[in-house]
């Protein structure tokens, strides 16, 4: 299995592609989650994309594709599920060059549809667990105590891009840079349309039939 994930910020991208992972057996591969490793471990590229990632603008290609060859190169054997990758047309026209030369393709692409002052709404009362990545949503679905994770007791933070302003700037993002790839994997046949604005298990089981179908 080898899927993309395509949706704006808060469509549940993250959420649904580890489900989708653990369902089946693929590596789930966030760009997002591994940028904000090497933030934490303070490596040269976590301080490069830093930058752009507080102001809620996009990491530049060259870093990110560099990010997904090695990806591709260690874990892409088993199946993959890619979260948050691509989000320009150069890094889905140099992921298809990667996959040429690895004998690999992408098998679906799931479009995650929320209208965006549902997505603003999510932002903004999201909540993440510093130690295991489970995310929260503080008004429907509150952790048992208020500052633990239920699975793991880890502390829970909130995102600093997860700030109202930066949240109108990844929107603005999206709509200009992603949204056009939209068009690249319709025009191959591999677009399935999702409304992620249903409860969490109705949306995965329509994702689970899209990617089985
Ligand atoms: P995410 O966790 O997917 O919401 O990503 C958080 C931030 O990481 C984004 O707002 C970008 O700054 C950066 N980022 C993640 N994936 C990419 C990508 N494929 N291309 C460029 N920037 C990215």
Do not use: W
């Amino acid at each position: 299995m080898q899927v993309i994930f395509l949706g704006a910020p808060g469509t549940g991208k993250g959420t649904q592609a580890k489900r989708l992972a653990q369902r089946f057996g693929a590596e789930h591969i966030s760009t997002g989650d591994i940028l904000r490793d090497a933030i934490k471990e303070n490596t040269e590229m976590g301080r490069k994309a830093k930058i752009f990632m507080d102001a809620g603008n996009l990491v530049p290609d060259d870093i990110i594709l560099g990010i997904i060859k090695e990806e591709l190169l260690t874990k892409g054997n088993k199946g993959f599920i890619f979260d948050g990758f691509p989000r320009t047309t150069a890094q889905a026209e140099g992921l298809d060059r990667m996959l040429r030369d690895l004998g690999m393709s992408i098998s679906k692409v799931i479009n995650l549809n929320v209208p965006d002052e549902v997505i603003v709404n999510r932002l903004k009362s999201r909540v993440l667990c510093d130690n295991c990545g489970t995310d929260y949503n503080m008004q429907i679905r509150p952790p048992k105590i208020s500052d633990k994770c239920d699975v793991c007791g880890g502390e829970l933070y909130r995102r600093s891009d997860d700030a109202a302003d930066i949240i109108e700037n990844r929107l603005k993002v999206y709509r200009q840079k992603t949204k056009p790839i939209e068009d690249f994997y319709r025009s191959k046949g591999l677009m399935a349309e999702i409304d992620g604005n249903r409860n969490c298990d109705e949306v995965f089981d329509s994702i689970a039939k899209a990617v089985a179908g």
